[in-house]
């Protein structure tokens, strides 16, 4: 049986994982990532979750992934930094418990902070300049 392209899912799944806030406001930044993401990969999976304070969890979104039939997802910290706790230490525990839940799946943590990317990097610093360059007008 042939599939149609669009019913081919692009593997693995993503599940963007960012820290939280209980005010959904905050949260309009990563629903514009998750956007972008998914309109360039309409194919692939994903899922956008929270560290604290939010919903989902990484644990409820890598639950949802299995239940949709995904077997391997890759976990983006959607982070400033990697310096902190979270990505030290909260993050990976957090991929181990989902995966001892999860045994179908096989997740993997890419990378540290997305902030740390130099085309993030690079990308805010030409916002900051851009800004600069309005002021006082702003």
């Keep these: 049986m042939n599939l149609n392209p669009e019913q081919i899912r692009l593997s693995p799944a993503v599940i963007l994982l960012a820290h939280g806030s209980a005010d959904p406001a905050w949260a309009a930044p990563l629903q514009a990532l998750r956007e972008r993401l998914a309109s360039?990969?309409?194919r692939r999976p994903l899922r956008l979750a929270y560290l604290e304070s939010a919903s989902p969890t990484l644990l409820e979104a890598?639950?949802?992934l299995a239940a949709s039939g995904a077997h391997e997802v890759a976990v983006i910290p959607v982070f400033f930094s990697s310096?902190?706790?979270h990505l030290r230490r909260d993050?990976?525990?957090l991929v181990?418990?989902?995966q001892r839940e999860c045994p179908d799946l096989t997740l993997e943590l890419?990378?540290?902070a997305l902030g740390e990317e130099r085309e993030v990097l690079d990308s805010m610093a030409r916002a900051a300049r851009r800004r600069l360059h309005r002021?006082?007008?702003d």
Aim: without cysteine; hydrophobic residues 40%; glycine residues 20%.
């Design 40 to 42: 360039a990969e309409p």
């Design 62 to 64: 890598a639950r949802d």
């Design 83 to 85: 310096g902190g706790p």
């Design 91 to 93: 993050v990976p525990a």
């Design 96 to 98: 181990a418990e989902a």
């Design 110 to 112: 890419l990378g540290g």
């Design 135 to 137: 002021w006082p007008s």
